[in-house]
């Protein structure tokens, strides 16, 4: 512990959590945004730890893991949720769910279209190797 | 050694779980209801009846602990993590009798139809376990535990309506919201717990208060708050709670509404009483934000037509009108929210119950299409009068004797901070109390206008030349409005009973021990 003090690991833990909370304001795609509400827990986790080894006890480690637990349930419930949503509108951006708003706000509209993904190639088709073998006719009588 | 070391833990662990009795009650009924389905028979029956059991069990037991609990007793459970008190023997009691009231709501409905009931039980017995952890968490990590145990299942329960988009929308705004609410609620968690080396609530808030300026605890407490403000859905954390009430069915707003904001009050409650010694910090901040909140829900219910939006403002404006009681830091504010708690309970309750009604009669929840419905469900149109009548405060109905609790809690800490020379904070609690009256002014526009829309227009059909049936509402929900609001007038007439559990029972264990004669009090019960 000579080189890396508590500071070092809860500048660590901040930025994480800066970084993660950046992204969750920022961000549309919804798995995208949970994934940085991972983030900002994991910051947090690290922070925990740091000072669990500071102090000596084990209470920042149970309490990472019972954080751990609830994060998995959460994640869990959200992609579940996400991927209920994408089924009914086949979008993941947050912004296409605006139904429902105060009666004089109006609704969020891009300027453009959305960028859409590039067209993938499609894989190359592989050639045919050779005619297709001649099967033994008590084989095929069982197909 | 070891042998007597094994039996003092197992007499230890003896009493937590008895007084962990009513949770676990909770608990075991969620995994029976969860293998209940596997029972030949009962694979599509709806499973109300079991959870109105459970819920039963869990009023029962904490009643049992009501009675044997000593006034001024704090039993730490579990080595401190969690505390039974009065106080959240109190929220736990309120909880239970809310749960019972829900689930007999949703059998009438039948929002959860005989294939999902299972499921649908299961989160919001869930949520209720929560939600009891919150209200006696004495321990940092309980709080964030108790908080998410009741934020997972509610999510889940604000997009039950899988068929319909709005509900999908609900879902996604509340969990996007509450996932950020509760990783910056986690950090400040993880700055306080870390700064102390301890996450025990009483030692945590014993540090703060010796030293309330430094950054990093400032910081902690600022976060920690974030995430209670979420539950409460007080300004500025309010923006997920109409559209998730919009959103989601009536009966699962109305629990959202009512229990949710009960256990994030017990949780505040415990914090706002625990920093009484340091006011220069809690008594503004808690001002501020009350008076926001009231004052913010007030205004933006008045251009809503949709009447669950309508209703989810109205229970933003009242979550600050019990912010306003707990800015006092005292035993008085904090008696006086637990009253105000057991009638908006009934009151919030009743006004979701007959919207959900009048959507199962009509389909709709917009006020426009429920124009001149006096004529078309009277008793229905009535007993909501009684209930938005008493949400606006209106002797002699129980919503006049709770913000008559509150407004009195509020003149006495004035009082009690004038006489101690802290003119500032009586002045602030003054200026509250004032803010508070205005605010009841305001509110009345938009409650009196959905009954004026009700009984004094034309119904839609007549209006464009059909013939007006009358609703065919059935007698079991006509019966379960008319107790409530039968309910609702006796707590107003006869509020002796009830304000003494709340004002002197429940609050026992933040009455300053000084004042105690050793044996006398609590000796008796």
């Known amino acids: ?143 | 050694m070891t042998s007597r070391m094994l039996q003092e833990l197992q007499a230890r662990i003896g009493q937590d779980l008895t007084g962990f009795l009513p949770e676990l009650i909770l608990s075991g009924a969620i995994v029976l209801l969860l293998l209940l389905r596997f029972v030949p028979g009962l694979e599509r029956r709806h499973l109300g009846w079991a959870a109105l059991l459970a819920a039963g069990g869990m009023l029962y037991t904490s009643i049992l602990q009501w009675q044997n609990l000593a006034e001024s007793a704090s039993i730490s459970l579990f080595s401190g993590l969690l505390v039974l008190d009065t106080f959240a023997i109190y929220i736990k009691l309120f909880l239970a009798v809310f749960a019972l009231l829900v689930v007999a709501l949703t059998m009438m409905t039948g929002i959860p139809d005989g294939d999902d009931s299972g499921d649908f039980y299961v989160l919001l017995l869930g949520a209720t376990l929560g939600m009891s952890v919150m209200a006696s968490a004495n321990h940092l990590l309980m709080i964030f535990l108790g908080i998410e145990m009741a934020s997972i299942p509610s999510y889940a329960m604000a997009g039950f309506l899988k068929g319909r988009r709005q509900s999908g929308e609900a879902a996604l705004k509340y969990v996007v919201y509450g996932g950020g609410a509760a990783g910056v609620m986690l950090y400040g968690i993880s700055l306080l717990a870390g700064k102390f080396g301890t996450g025990y609530l009483p030692d945590v808030l014993s540090f703060v208060a010796a030293n309330p300026t430094d950054p990093v605890i400032l910081m902690g407490m600022v976060f920690l708050l974030v995430g209670i403000g979420f539950k409460l859905a007080a300004f500025p954390f309010h923006f997920w709670c109409p559209d998730v009430f919009e959103g989601a069915a009536a009966e699962v707003g109305a629990f959202l509404s009512v229990a949710s904001k009960g256990a994030a009050l017990a949780i505040l409650g415990r914090i706002a009483l625990g920093l009484a010694d340091v006011p220069s910090l809690m008594i503004p901040v808690l001002a501020v934000f009350a008076t926001i909140t009231l004052t913010f829900g007030n205004l933006a219910a008045y251009a809503q037509t949709n009447l669950k939006r309508l209703l989810a403002y109205s229970t933003i404006a009242h979550a600050g009108f019990m912010m306003m009681a707990l800015a006092t830091l005292r035993p008085e504010g904090a008696g006086a929210v637990l009253f105000y708690l057991a009638v908006y309970l009934v009151m919030n309750l009743g006004a979701f119950a007959v919207v959900a009604f009048l959507r199962n009669q009509t389909n709709s929840e917009d006020l426009r299409d429920l124009r001149g419905l006096v004529s078309r469900a009277p008793i229905l149109v009535a007993c909501l009068g009684v209930f938005l009548l008493s949400l606006l405060g209106i002797p002699p109905l129980g919503g006049f004797a709770a913000k008559f609790q509150i407004f009195a809690s509020l003149f006495e800490s004035a009082q009690a901070y004038w006489n101690a020379g802290q003119t500032n904070y009586g002045n602030i609690l003054f200026g509250l109390l004032l803010v508070g009256g205005l605010n009841t002014v305001l509110s009345l526009f938009y409650y009196v206008r959905v009954l004026k829309v009700m009984v004094l227009e034309k119904p839609l059909e007549e209006v464009e030349g059909r013939e007006s049936k009358p609703l065919a509402v059935p007698g079991w929900q006509n019966a379960y409005v008319i107790v409530l609001s039968v309910v609702i007038v006796a707590m107003g007439l006869f509020w002796n009973q009830l304000s003494q559990a709340s004002s002197s029972r429940g609050i026992g264990t933040f009455q300053p021990r000084v004042a105690q004669a050793p044996p006398a009090q609590g000796a008796g019960n």
């Not at chain 1, 890396?4 to 909370?21: C, E």
């Not at chain 1, 509400?37 to 006890?57: D, K, P």
């Open chain 1, 1 to 143: 512990m000579t080189g890396i003090q508590l500071q070092n690991y809860l500048m660590v833990g901040a930025l994480l959590f800066a970084l993660g909370l950046i992204g969750f304001l920022s961000r549309r795609n919804m798995i995208l945004m949970f994934l940085s509400v991972e983030t900002m827990l994991q910051g947090v986790a690290i922070n925990l730890l740091a000072f669990s080894r500071y102090w000596g006890n084990l209470g920042g480690q149970s309490l990472v893991l019972f954080m751990l637990t609830v994060a998995a349930c959460e994640a869990a419930l959200a992609l579940a949720l996400i991927l209920m949503l994408y089924r009914s509108r086949q979008m993941l951006d947050v912004s296409i769910w605006q139904d429902m708003r105060e009666n004089d706000v109006d609704a969020t509209i891009d300027e453009g279209p959305p960028p859409t993904a590039p067209k993938e190639e499609p894989l190359p088709r592989l050639t045919p190797a050779g005619p297709e073998p001649v099967r033994r006719t008590q084989e095929r009588s069982h197909v």
